[in-house]
């Protein structure tokens, strides 16, 4: 039974656009959502996160956006740049940390 | 400066035989985690300590035993290794609830 979900295993965007990842979960105590990025043969990094009492958080061009009635965040990355081609994760967080299945991201030329 | 390192990388291992993957950690975390990343590349928490003593222990069989000799190092033990062993399994840490965890590189096991 997933708490968190990735509805979208993969997604293509051209190089400069904006690239927006979606994430849905469940559990309406999750009180902290994470977002991790992961290259081939590496461990998740730590990307970007925000609290349950924000809607927004902001870092470079990483915007996490926060909808709690409807239970979904949202990654946006702007503009996308060749670099971010990556697997990535939402995740939420009570006791433990929980991920989604992950989002393959293709970024083109 | 790796700051959650685990070794082996790979390790590939017939049916049967009982493994170690070592695990540490130089942030001064409190909290380290297992992670198995399956087939489907689902991330599942497998276990979770906070200085050494067990927190979370989620269903995985008696066959995987994590070990905490200090709070820099969490080992996973596993006997009698079974086919469906076979996965990526990330150790992490974290300062604790509400930070952002840490993962080393991963360790593939291929059973055999």
């Known amino acids: 039974d997933q708490q968190v979900k990735q509805n979208s295993p993969s997604l293509s965007v051209q190089e400069g656009r904006i690239s927006i990842l979606n994430c849905d979960y469940t559990n309406s105590m999750f009180d902290y959502f994470l977002w991790y990025k992961k290259y081939p043969a590496e461990g998740p990094t730590f990307l970007i996160s925000i609290s349950s009492i924000k809607d927004k958080n902001e870092d470079g061009r990483f915007t996490v956006f926060l909808n709690k009635s409807a239970k979904h965040l949202s990654l946006h990355i702007v503009p996308s740049q060749p670099g971010d081609s990556a697997v990535y994760f939402c995740?939420?967080?009570?006791?433990?940390?929980?991920f989604g299945k992950g989002t393959r991201l293709h970024i083109l030329p | 400066d790796t700051a959650v390192s685990q070794t082996p990388k790979y390790l590939v291992t017939q049916m049967g035989n009982d493994k170690s993957i070592k695990c540490e950690q130089n942030l001064g975390h409190d909290t380290m985690y297992w992670y198995k990343q399956d087939s489907k590349k689902f991330l599942k928490i497998m276990f979770s300590y906070n200085n050494k003593e067990l927190i979370i222990n989620e269903t995985v069989p008696n066959r995987f035993s994590p070990k905490s000799p200090d709070k820099a190092h969490l080992n996973l033990h596993i006997n009698s290794l079974e086919l469906g062993d076979s996965a990526v399994y990330f150790c992490?840490?974290?300062?604790?609830?509400?930070?952002?965890?840490?993962f080393g590189q991963g360790t593939r096991l291929t059973v055999v």
């Open positions: 992490a840490s974290s300062q604790g609830y509400g930070a952002e965890a840490f």
């Open positions: 995740a939420a967080e009570d006791d433990k940390i929980i």
